[in-house]
């Protein structure tokens, strides 16, 4: 029995909050949510023919609207409720690699991408250029070794312990790129330059050899 007829069908039509979740969670059951279309679709065209039923006056019974209205938000909260968790750990389970697999771009053609999105003032795309752009250098320097789905702040901690003058830069850059490709923070001007710099100074630095890393005990922040 779906929940059109529970409300006009005899149930009581002005069902307290316990009865009204439960009949939203019910409703949520329903096969039909489960079957191609979209959960939202589903619940378009349960409330056409909800609103298509209500045809005669005494549909119109205003404790009856207020039990359907009140039944309509619980539908939509636990949508919510469920839709959110799914969508946030798919989000936190996607590829958060610097470099895609299939990017064979050299440092210098990320660079210009990093240049080219700074001139047009998209600092977003230049900030995440810009690391990516750090990265293959180390790599091409073989201060780094090529390996796929590293993250930021892995690429960080590997750049940092081969280059301790500049660990706590490089670390703070693998967080800024967190922040602005996974994390909604908007990136600045400010953070276009700091990177730049920094990118400079990667560029000019003597890395330290495996076996000096390991000799030298080397405190980076994490």
Known sequence: ????????????????????????????LDP?????RSLLTRLVDWLAELLAGLRTPAAF???AVL????????????????????????????????????????????????????????????????????????????????????TAHEAALAAAARLPALASELVAAGRTF???????VPATAQDEVRLRGLDARVQDARAMTGSEVTDLSVAVPR
């Open 178 to 184: 967190d922040d602005v490709a996974y994390g909604d």
């Open 1 to 28: 029995m779906n929940l059109l007829a529970r409300v006009v069908g005899g149930v009581p039509v002005d069902p307290d909050a316990a009865t009204a979740r439960r009949w939203a969670v019910e409703e949520l």
């Open 32 to 36: 039909v949510y489960h079957e191609q």
């Open 67 to 150: 039990a359907v209205v009140g039944v309509l938000v619980a539908v939509v909260v636990i949508a919510f409720l469920v839709a959110g968790p799914v969508r946030l750990g798919r989000r936190g389970g996607a590829d958060r690699s610097v470099l895609a697999d299939d990017d064979a771009r050299t440092s210098a053609e990320i660079r210009a991408a990093a240049d080219a999105a700074a001139a047009a003032g998209d600092w977003a795309v230049a900030v995440l250029e810009r690391f990516r752009a750090i990265v293959r250098g180390l790599e091409e320097r073989t201060v780094l070794d090529e390996r796929a789905a590293r």
């Open 61 to 63: 019974d205003p404790f």
